[in-house]
């Protein structure tokens, strides 16, 4: 399957409240009206990571689709183009970031009840060939956030090859998805040499430091 995802920054002047009751109550009705769509996911910064600053972004939208094919039939239909001239009432357009990715499940486990989702923004070393890079990711870097013990669940959302033909550069290269049970889990994780061992591998294949947000999903469709 193809996931589209699109994350983003709140409109300027929403409250953190306001943008979740209109990206449920008003846009996710919207979204789940487009046709051939599998599965829709919204994750939320939650409120802690305003504590310091403003995080990288408010939200991210996760959407599944069978194939290219399906994408074809999305594209230009009415129901998408009304879930686009709905998102200024959402986001800032220039937050707005879309990356078409394939997930790679490295560790399969149960999302938690209630639990949190770490959601890291990927970057590639600029040295590294797009499918190298890939490779390594998967490889080399993915058995070892897996073995970190308070990881329940590890995917890998690899941007797509085809986003980097005739020398093109993605917005990003991919996004790290690991769920918790909660905040102390991950931070119990966090001293873990397993953590240790996987934050130490980073500079071999990534642009440092790593963007991140720690997020609760709501699953809207599927």
């Keep these: 399957m193809l996931k589209v995802i699109t994350m983003f920054k709140r409109r300027e002047g929403m409250t953190l409240a306001a943008m ?6 008003r846009h996710a009705p919207l979204v789940c009206r487009l046709p051939k769509l599998r599965r829709y996911v919204q994750s939320q910064t939650i409120e802690g990571g305003y504590r310091k600053g403003e995080p990288a972004i408010d939200g991210m939208a996760e959407l599944w689709f069978d194939d290219t094919a399906s994408l074809r039939v999305l594209t230009d239909s009415p129901e998408l183009n009304a879930v686009l001239a709905d998102e200024p009432n959402l986001m800032r357009s220039e937050s707005r970031c879309e990356i078409l990715t394939e997930d790679v499940v490295i560790k399969d ?20 060939a797009p499918a190298n890079f ?4 998967i490889d080399i870097h993915g058995p070892l956030g897996g073995s970190i013990p308070q990881v329940h669940r590890y995917v890998q959302s690899h941007t797509r090859l085809a986003a980097y033909r005739d020398g093109r550069e993605p917005p990003l290269d991919g996004l790290a ?28 294949f990534l642009t440092e430091p790593l963007a991140f947000v720690i997020t609760r999903e709501r699953v809207m469709l599927g």
Excluded: C, S
């Design 109 to 128: 486990g149960p999302i938690p009840v209630g639990g949190v989702k770490n959601v890291e923004l990927v970057v590639r070393r600029p040295d590294l």
């Design 177 to 204: 998805l690991t769920w918790f049970t909660d905040t102390a889990a991950m931070r119990a994780a966090a001293v873990t040499q397993e953590y240790a061992d996987t934050r130490a591998d980073e500079h071999n």
């Design 134 to 137: 890939h490779q390594y990711w």
């Design 20 to 25: 979740q009751e209109y990206w449920i109550h």
